[in-house]
């Protein structure tokens, strides 16, 4: 296995394609990179900004470059001696755009009798396939039939044969799909998606055929065109990530394979999975955990539960994975009761178990003694469902049962959008922390634990990915390691939040905390970008308002808050002094965790642009274009 001394991610999109990367291949070789890491490649839905929506697996997408492109990044990438590693997304295939999508577009058609009916993970016995695009109010009047087709607004559907005749509204209720209102995906949904996108359908890559017909050009990558790595991007949805795994190993035998595979504290990866190791999130959470002092934190966890909470992270993680269970991903919960009509409170009893699961996902055999806990967890918090949960116990419990495995795959998401996607949106003690793969309740940070960690790391993955920004975490390494300096500070921080809470105040206390931790981490950037940042933090913690439907009087107030922050001199001056206060102590840190990041056990990635100081927030804002041309010349001058 040739395993790159280091990797550079870079986001391949319509404006930054594959002949740019492949203009920048010498400087990221002057740069010191072992292995150009590239985005998704294949075929996106159009406008697609970040690749993991394929709607074609059997060429590299026209829009990135195409084929032509590719094979200039490749021969430069050669030239200078770096290797590649290319992204690649086996769970889902993007459907927001049907006619884009051969093979969902022959689904529709043809139902299951379809060629392609086994690629999708889709539950039948519920009748026609409900496609959640219609808006409120009669949406009837609005379908209409035009070239053999059925349309929605922009949507266009196939038509099975011989059932073109009719009104719109006839000809709909002909065909093998129903298009519903777009409120009933929480709910009515049966095929399986990514987490509660309804426009990602899940792909059955279990099945061989599957798997060939989805590989076959990402394999020819492989073998002919010398890509040495795969990122494998979310594995833990799919029926059988070992066997998966296991298949992609033996296809394409010495490459360097990573997953992105998000661990609990504690948790390890299993040790059967022919994989180098993780793409680093729990590497990020160990070089941030190592630069708190535990009696810091302890201040700051008092400085906290006075301003805003009693309740610990716990309760939010509980609270936050109940309310996705039941709501968003209410959909993948029924397809789980569906399979239990027999066992009385089923339901119940399954919402209580994903709530109470400790991890993202086991993998049975492996991981039996997290649904072990989970089931005493769930009995404890609801003893009247103590029946229903031994009776599930002995099926979610053996991986040859569908119901096992389909637990498996309803877990992860729970926890990624309970947890990750609300809760760390809700309890904003330090927001460093708030990050994939960390520990939002850390209460005992030591060095200790950190060497115990490298020397785990360098027994088990030694070329296992290390990371501290990826396109996915919610602030750049640098925004967070000037978040850290505000625990040792409490004092001076306590008084800029007394001031601000008087003069700009938002509606939600623990809202507050995670906007003013971010201004005075990432500096009083573009408004726009500020103001962009908080209406995706108040949408996805839903405490006053959300993404389906948004209180604007709530929003309001957030946003003439950062108005005043930004405007009102007095207060501006004191932020500023507060920032001026942290930033030195934050280039430590940032620099710090640089350092620990190049020598520890693993390959560290580098995310495209944070060479230099980035200030960036959860994306979009952190996929923004990078100014190479100032690297560049900053590069030069340090040759020189």
Not at 346 to 373: D, K, M, N, T, W
Not at 408 to 425: L, N, R
């Amino acid at each position: 296995m040739a395993v790159p001394s280091s990797t550079y991610r870079l986001q391949i999109t319509e404006e930054f394609d594959l002949d740019t990367a492949a203009d920048l291949v010498d400087y990221l070789a002057r740069l010191g990179v072992g292995a150009v890491y590239c985005s998704p490649l294949l075929t996106a839905a159009a406008g697609s900004a970040h690749g993991y929506d394929v709607v074609d697996h059997s060429r590299i997408d026209p829009a990135r470059g195409g084929s032509e492109a590719w094979r200039r990044l490749v021969e430069r990438a050669q030239a200078a001696g770096l290797s590649i590693v290319v992204d690649i997304v086996p769970n889902h295939m993007g459907v927001a755009d049907a006619s884009e999508n051969a093979a969902w577009w022959d689904v529709l058609q043809h139902g299951p009798l379809s060629d392609h009916a086994a690629w999708f993970d889709i539950d039948w016995s519920q009748g026609r396939l409900r496609l959640p695009v219609l808006g409120d109010g009669d949406a009837s009047a609005e379908l209409r039939v035009e070239d053999g087709e059925l349309r929605y607004f922009e949507h266009r559907f196939p038509l099975a044969p011989g059932t073109e005749a009719g009104t719109p509204a006839e000809v709909h209720a002909r065909q093998h799909y129903e298009l519903v209102n777009f409120r009933r995906a929480d709910h009515d949904l049966a095929y399986r998606r990514f987490f509660a996108i309804s426009s990602l359908a899940g792909l059955r890559v279990e099945d061989e055929s599957v798997f060939e017909a989805t590989h076959r050009e990402i394999l020819r990558w492989v073998a002919e065109d010398g890509v040495a790595g795969l990122r494998i991007d979310h594995p833990d949805g799919l029926a059988d990530p070992g066997g998966y795994l296991d298949g992609l190993a033996a296809r394409a035998p010495g490459t360097w394979i990573t997953v992105e595979k998000i661990l609990e504290p504690g948790e390890l990866l299993p040790s059967s999975w022919p994989v180098a190791g993780t793409t680093g999130y729990d590497a990020l959470a160990e070089v941030m955990e190592v630069l708190l002092d535990a009696d810091d934190l302890a201040a700051a966890d008092r400085l906290y539960r006075e301003l805003v909470d009693e309740r610990d992270f716990s309760h939010q993680v509980a609270a936050g994975k109940r309310e996705i269970a039941t709501s968003i991903l209410g959909s993948e919960v029924a397809r789980l009761r569906r399979l239990v009509p027999d066992i009385a409170a089923a339901e119940q009893a399954l919402v209580e178990l994903l709530v109470a699961f400790p991890v993202y996902r086991s993998y049975a055999p492996l991981g039996i003694e997290h649904l072990e806990r989970a089931a005493r967890t769930a009995i404890e918090r609801r003893p009247d469902l103590a029946a229903a949960v031994d009776s599930l116990l002995p099926r979610l419990s053996d991986p040859t049962d569908e119901l096992c495995r389909r637990f498996e795959q309803t877990s992860g998401p729970v926890m990624a959008k309970g947890v990750e996607d609300t809760a760390y949106y809700r309890y904003n003690r330090l927001v460093a922390l708030n990050e994939v793969g960390a520990d939002p309740g850390l209460t005992a940070p030591s060095v200790d634990a950190f060497h115990t960690a490298q020397q785990r790391r360098q027994a088990r993955h030694p070329h296992g990915l290390t990371t501290l920004s990826t396109h996915d975490t919610k602030r750049s390494e640098d925004v967070r390691a000037r978040i850290l300096v505000l625990a040792e500070l409490a004092e001076p921080w306590r008084a800029l939040v007394d001031r601000l809470t008087t003069e700009a105040p938002v509606p939600d206390p623990a809202l507050a905390q995670l906007l003013w931790q971010t201004l005075i981490g990432s500096g009083f950037i573009e408004r726009e970008r500020m103001h962009a940042y908080a209406e995706k933090a108040m949408r996805e913690a839903h405490t006053g308002t959300g993404w389906i439907d948004p209180d604007e009087q709530f929003e309001r107030s957030v946003h003439e808050a950062i108005e005043r922050a930004y405007f009102e001199p007095e207060l501006r001056r004191d932020v500023e002094a507060l920032i001026a206060l942290v930033t030195p102590y934050g280039w430590t840190n940032a620099l710090s965790q640089k350092l620990i990041q190049l020598t520890m056990p693993g390959v560290p990635d580098v995310y495209q642009g944070t060479e230099l100081w980035d200030d960036s927030l959860v994306d979009p804002d952190n996929r923004r274009p990078v100014d190479y041309a100032q690297r560049r010349r900053h590069l030069a001058d340090m040759d020189a």
